[in-house]
């Protein structure tokens, strides 16, 4: 199910590409797919609402930059309000600091805190944890039991039900560690004596950070309940847990945005290691069930500096080697033809087969050739005599064969531009140059 | 649980009566035997006029509802109902109502509820009544829990235990989750508590060595119901999945329960369609649901695998828990509006 949603995704920017300006039609498609892709994935169904808004309106009123394609400018703007959702991303300084858990039952706080005390332990920090979970039987067991495998003192008394004398004694315990880590019980929004509770632990602890554990799994509620707890202890950062599921994790991004804060770990296994730090796009890539967004607007706005290449000199018709070198050099820098050849918007535009059906230990034999090419020679591949074909592949260390095969590779490519150019005006020359030069 | 969506579904209920008294409104002056204007429309309009004049009845366009039912997915969205779960709804009740035919007069509540109740009723099914199951079948039931990690298991098997045993029947707690840290002790503080016999071997011990022995004991002691708890495990790691497996074949549930939580998303249909393949379920207990007052994932769960809602889990106490009535919970969630109308 999640591979067809993010197929339909690319589907429906394929579709863009064809196109010279922003179709209407194309860019609704695509939004409505992006929103089943996001609402499957417990987006809030408001934030949803509100991206894909702020999507069409931006794809259809802003004018792509140019030399951007159409589809990369839309690509662009997709991946700009998602980052924009995601919000900060949260900081997480090396020094002393009381960091405070607060999330839902059965969230992960425990199992968090243990994974935090072993990422500042790591870091060089002394690290202490209290237990303020007096409900839950176990809950200092457990605690006790994964901190002692990482030598982290864990303070806490299972018999005591009094959370905040706890963690005032804890404190106390611990003066001089410089992070400390408070484990609270698990509690949601209508708990009212629970929610007074952790403001209270939050007024004596005095923490630092104040963080809310979310379960990736989490659905609609996230933003209530984030929103709640942002009431009552001001959370500054958003920690994801169980992200090693099938879950997506958009219940978090309903959390950010209600708290103004930033995910700052992600939690994905079930050892003391498993917890990362928040890497905004392969979380995009997750929610969205496709690849590298980033990679691709990244691959697209490279291609715009590239205006080296000399689009108007191309319209006129002037195709020279020259040309054909700096494509072949993009090419090399981005990868293996064929995965950015997959990324491409295709479109319903046919080439020579043999356009493209170059390997890149030709394409890099191609470039040693020209190397050896003057100035002159690179400009007006006409002057290429005989001899000339000589020297060139005595210089390169290729044979004459390869140099004029070179040259009946860049006389197809000469060839397809004129027919593009020729044909009824359906083809977009910049798209056409970029599909040459690999992009 | 429900009252949220209980709210928000009276507000469409709303929204599509009126969108057909509207329609049906403009129909009117064509029931009129003087009025041809109507049938200058189009050729759709013929079979409108003809049925409005002759049978004093008018068709349901999906123009009329198309709105409305966009709310109504808007709303099962964002209580948590799964995506392919309310696109599967919201063309249930399309269906329902499109290209019905109404007497002028009648009730249109009366259409609008039915459609909403029976694409509800469709997929909630029926409940589960654990006490006569547990009278039903040879002694001792072995019942095996199982879902993600979080979800709220442990505290499930307490109260179940709990409510067992005020029925009448003797328990016995296997302590499976003989990974995670503290799981023992707090399962044992539970059986402690509620004064209930428990068997445990030593953390990371065989999950299956722990489970045979509960059975064992049960069968020789003539207890009534042995609950078997488990460690949360993702439905994606195999290798967990083959332990859920291989505890399935040492034990012979009688029971496999699956247990989420309601205020898990789309996700909660991802695992529970898993669980379902990989080690079957028979039932299934959705966990603090006294988070949520939407209950969509009551909905997804139970449309996706098609097994019964047996317990709602309530709150932090043994007592907590409910037996979930399917028809109840849709009479109440339609029963407040009717008095409205």
Same mark, same amino acid.
């Given at each position: ?439 | ?140 039931? %072995?019942?095996? !829990?199982?879902? $993600?990690? *979080?979800? =709220?298991? /442990?505290?499930?098997?307490?109260? +179940?235990?709990?409510?067992?045993? %005020?029925?009448? !029947?003797?328990? $016995?707690? *296997?302590? =499976?989750? /003989?990974?995670?840290?503290?799981? +023992? ?157």
């Amino acid at each position: 199910m999640l591979d067809r949603l993010g197929t339909s995704l690319k589907d429906a920017l394929k579709k863009l590409a064809g196109k010279t300006v922003v179709d209407r039609a194309a860019v609704d498609e695509l939004v409505k797919d992006l929103q089943r892709a996001l609402i499957q994935a417990d987006v809030n169904v408001k934030l949803v609402m509100a991206l894909s808004q702020a999507i069409k309106t931006r794809s259809l009123e802003e004018e792509p930059p140019k030399g951007m394609s159409v589809r990369e400018h839309v690509l662009r703007i997709v991946y700009q309000e998602l980052v924009r959702l995601m919000g900060s991303t949260g900081e997480v300084k090396l020094g002393p600091q009381v960091i405070l858990m607060a999330g839902l039952q059965g969230s992960g706080k425990t199992t968090t805190t243990a994974k935090l005390a072993r990422f500042f332990q790591r870091k060089g920090l002394r690290v202490a944890v209290i237990c303020g979970d007096t409900f839950r039987p176990g809950a200092y067991e457990q605690l006790f039991t994964l901190c002692s495998r990482i030598h982290v003192p864990c303070f806490g008394d299972p018999t005591d039900k009094d959370a905040r004398k706890l963690v005032r004694e804890g404190l106390k315990a611990h003066a001089g560690t410089e992070v400390v880590i408070i484990d609270t019980q698990g509690r949601h929004a209508l708990e009212a004596d629970l929610i007074q509770e952790i403001i209270d632990i939050n007024a004596i602890s005095n923490a630092t950070h104040r963080w809310l554990v979310i379960d990736a799994a989490l659905g609609q509620q996230a933003s209530e309940q984030a929103r709640r707890f942002h009431e009552a202890i001001d959370i500054d950062g958003v920690i994801i847990t169980k992200m090693d599921g099938t879950a997506k994790g958009g219940g978090a991004l309903s959390a950010v945005a209600e708290t103004k804060s930033g995910i700052i770990f992600i939690g994905s296994g079930e050892t003391i290691e498993d917890l990362e730090r928040f890497d905004p796009d392969g979380f995009i890539s997750r929610l969205l069930g496709m690849g590298d967004l980033r990679a691709l607007v990244e691959r697209a706005e490279e291609s715009i500096s590239e205006g080296e290449i000399d689009v108007n000199a191309m319209m006129r018709g002037k195709f020279t080697l020259r040309d054909m070198y700096k494509q072949l050099e993009a090419v090399n820098r981005m990868g293996p033809l064929k995965q950015i050849m997959s990324m491409l918007p295709m479109g319903n535009l046919e080439l020579p087969g043999e356009a493209y059906d170059m390997t890149s230990a030709k394409m890099a034999k191609y470039r040693i050739i020209m190397d050896s090419m003057t100035a002159a020679e690179l400009d007006e591949p006409s002057l290429l005599s005989s001899s000339r074909v000589q020297r060139i592949a005595i210089g390169a260390g290729a044979t004459p064969d390869e140099v004029r095969e070179l040259l009946k590779y860049y006389k197809t490519m000469k060839r397809a531009l004129k027919g593009v150019r020729g044909g009824q005006g359906k083809f977009n020359m910049q798209r056409m140059m970029k599909r040459f030069g690999g992009m | 649980m429900f009252e949220g969506l209980r709210s928000r579904l009276q507000k469409i209920q709303g929204r599509l009566e009126e969108n057909i008294e509207t329609a049906s409104a403009g129909a009117e002056p064509a029931s009129s035997p003087r009025g041809p204007a109507p049938a200058e429309k189009g050729p759709g309009m013929m079979d409108r006029v003809k049925v409005l004049v002759t049978d004093r009845e008018f068709f349901i366009s999906e123009d009329d509802v198309s709105e409305p039912l966009f709310e109504l997915e808007m709303v099962l969205l964002e209580s948590d109902v799964a995506l392919p779960v309310t696109e599967e709804i919201i063309s249930l009740v399309r269906q329902n109502l499109t290209g019905q035919r109404r007497k002028i007069g009648e009730s249109v509540d009366g259409i609008v509820f039915s459609a909403l109740r029976d694409a509800l009723m469709q997929v909630l099914g029926d409940g589960f009544d654990l006490p006569a199951y547990i009278r039903g079948h040879d002694r001792p039931v %072995k019942i095996l !829990f199982t879902g $993600v990690n *979080g979800t =709220g298991k /442990t505290t499930t098997v307490a109260k +179940i235990a709990s409510f067992l045993k %005020k029925n009448g !029947f003797s328990v $016995v707690i *296997g302590a =499976g989750d /003989t990974f995670r840290a503290g799981a +023992i002790e707090q399962i044992d503080e539970h059986a402690r508590r509620l004064g209930i016999k428990i068997i445990q071997h030593q953390h990371g011990a065989d999950p299956s060595a722990v489970l045979f022995d509960a059975v064992q004991y049960a069968s020789a002691h003539n207890v009534d119901v042995v609950l078997a708890d488990t460690a949360g495990r993702f439905h994606n790691r195999a290798n967990l999945m083959n332990q859920l497996d291989k505890i399935r074949r040492v034990m012979k549930p009688d029971l496999i329960v699956y247990v989420d939580e309601a205020v898990a998303g789309n996700d909660a249909v991802v695992r529970a369609h898993e669980f379902e393949k990989s080690v079957g379920a028979d039932a299934v207990i959705l966990t603090k649901a006294d988070m949520d007052s939407r209950g969509g994932a009551a909905i997804s769960i139970a449309h996706t695998i098609g097994k019964p809602l047996m317990f709602l889990g309530v709150g932090q106490g043994y007592d907590d828990i409910m037996p979930f009535e399917p028809a109840a919970v849709i009479g109440e969630l339609f029963g407040g509006s009717k008095e409205n109308a």
